[in-house]
């Protein structure tokens, strides 16, 4: 019913104890799948001691690594945790039973508890990203970068993702958004990781550059709009150059002043249709959500 997929790329100081944890939890070895990035500690080694299965992935980077498990899963259900110890195995279960009987396509653990273990540079960028994905895809997310989250198998089986790295957790949800699928988020705890901290600050931005890539992928209209509207704040700081000249100096820039006109309406255009194309996609996924909801209660 359940594979338990973790990322690896040197963990040799957690892959042990994540193992054991997830063990204790009551799942079997063969039910946890280990996909290494090449490691050049003993990660593959320890986790090969443990019973599970391990598979080198194909490419680099944490992308890559999903993207490989989900040619070995053959579940009805994949999770995906980090292999650094952050993530309690006790949220397993509660993930599974959420997912299954509520039938989401996804269930995110948010990390509720132990928040101060994320560092302060994370824990803004996160929010500001999750905020923008809310703000791309209408949904209502708290944590969209979290590393732990379960998957309805089929939804992610036939997307074709193009991100790389940390932002394939963004990418598969907005492709099970897109698709009308339903994603949910279960509160979960966060601990200090074990080993060399690999998330930077240059991941973040390379999340944020990922996620206009998103914007463009599946709303391009929005991401039109949205360059055009950028033209607002120029015209009207152009605007108020002009008529303040006029009003106190008496000095009339005819250019300068069609410039301003022109930039200002372009930019109050597009904001509307920035707006209006993110409540037309909107209203297309509630509808194929709605779809999708008719055709399960018809199919059960």
Known sequence: MLTIVIPTLNEEEAIGKVIDEIL???????????????????????????????????????????????????????????????????HIRELLEKIHYEGHDEVIGARVKGRENIPLVNRFGNRVLTLFFNLLFGTHLTDVLSGMYILRTESVKTALFESKGFSIESEIAAHIVSSG???????????????????????????????????????????IAFIGSLLLLPGLALTGYVVYNYLFYGIKYYVKGIIAAVATGVGLVSILLAILALYLKRMEWRILRQIREIEKRCGG
């Open 181 to 223: 699928g339903s994603i949910a988020e279960h509160p979960i705890e966060y601990r200090r990781r074990l080993g060399r901290k690999k998330l930077r600050v240059v991941d973040g931005v390379r999340i944020a550059v990922d996620m206009v890539k998103l914007a463009w992928k599946y709303n391009p209209v929005f991401f």
């Open 24 to 90: 204790e939890q009551g799942f079997e070895p063969e039910q946890i799948l280990v996909v290494d990035g090449y490691s050049t500690d003993r990660t593959v080694e320890i986790a090969r001691s443990k019973g599970v299965r391990v598979v080198y992935q194909k490419g680099r980077g944490k992308a890559d690594a999903i993207r490989t498990a989900v040619e070995y899963v053959d579940t009805p259900y994949m999770l995906v945790m980090d292999g650094d110890y952050t993530y309690p195995a006790k």
